[in-house]
């Protein structure tokens, strides 16, 4: 299907377990982000990247790898899940810096 | 580094009467703002946008929104709601230069009495 998809819709794990969230996009956007949502935070970004191989750091970074060796997929991994990331991520993306990012359904995700 | 701060954790407004929901955000530039609507349990959803030009932007769902740069501004608004305007807002800002990065605000809940 066309646009952003998350997998898994919804994932329950356990404390210290490495889990990956995924990320695709069919558009060919230069830009994909991730975010989490926490009540009283809004949306905060963890990290970014502009073009394969390149990938930032946004404001909450700690505890989360991300890698992207092709366009389109964005994988985001918590290495040693802590009950602090249960949350719900969002991965968006955006065609250029002029654009606006386009936004995945989420993921909702517990740490146990 | 940017920041987005939206004073109004809720809001409760009746239904037909107007609303502004306030955003003011702190950016070196002329910034690209944005805001979103999230019906609960659902994704985020683009209302409006401003990159430059008329600093009052036209959005979908009747939604306007008003660039005041002189108050680091940009609120939105909305003449008569509807019972189906009930969500929560995000006003967001991205940086225009060098790395695109876009940060949201905590986010305004509507809720909207019958």
């Known amino acids: 299907d066309a646009g952003i998809t998350q997998s898994p819709r919804y994932k329950i794990t356990e404390t210290g377990r490495q889990v990956t969230l995924m990320c695709h996009q069919t558009?060919?956007?230069?830009?994909m982000f991730w975010y989490r949502q926490d009540l009283g935070h809004g949306l905060r970004l963890i990290y970014y990247?502009?073009?394969?191989?390149?990938?930032d750091k946004g404001e909450v970074p700690d505890g989360y790898v991300v890698s992207r060796s092709k366009t389109e997929n964005f994988p985001l991994t918590l290495e040693s899940a802590t009950r602090s990331q249960t949350s719900v991520y969002f991965c968006?993306?955006?065609?250029?810096?002029?654009?606006?990012?386009?936004f995945g359904p989420g993921t909702r995700l517990t740490v146990t | 580094a940017q920041s987005v701060t939206q004073p109004d954790i809720h809001i409760t407004v009746s239904e037909g009467a107007s609303l502004e929901l306030r955003c003011n955000y702190s950016?070196?530039?002329?910034?690209?703002l944005f805001w979103y609507v999230q019906s609960p349990g659902q994704g985020l959803q683009l209302l409006l946008k401003?990159?430059?030009?008329?600093?009052l932007v036209q959005g979908i769902k009747g939604f306007e929104a008003e660039f005041k740069r002189s108050q680091s501004s940009f609120n939105l608004r909305k003449p008569s709601v509807h019972w189906s305007d009930a969500a929560e807002y995000f006003c967001?800002?991205?940086?225009?230069?060098?790395?695109?990065?876009?940060?949201f605000g905590a986010g305004t809940r509507l809720f909207v009495k019958a």
């Open positions: 968006a993306s955006s065609e250029s810096r002029t654009s606006y990012p386009y």
């Open positions: 558009w060919s956007h230069s830009y």
């Open positions: 990247s502009a073009a394969a191989d390149i990938t």
């Open positions: 950016y070196g530039a002329t910034p690209y």
């Open positions: 401003y990159f430059s030009g008329d600093t």
């Open positions: 967001a800002v991205a940086e225009n230069t060098g790395g695109f990065k876009t940060i």
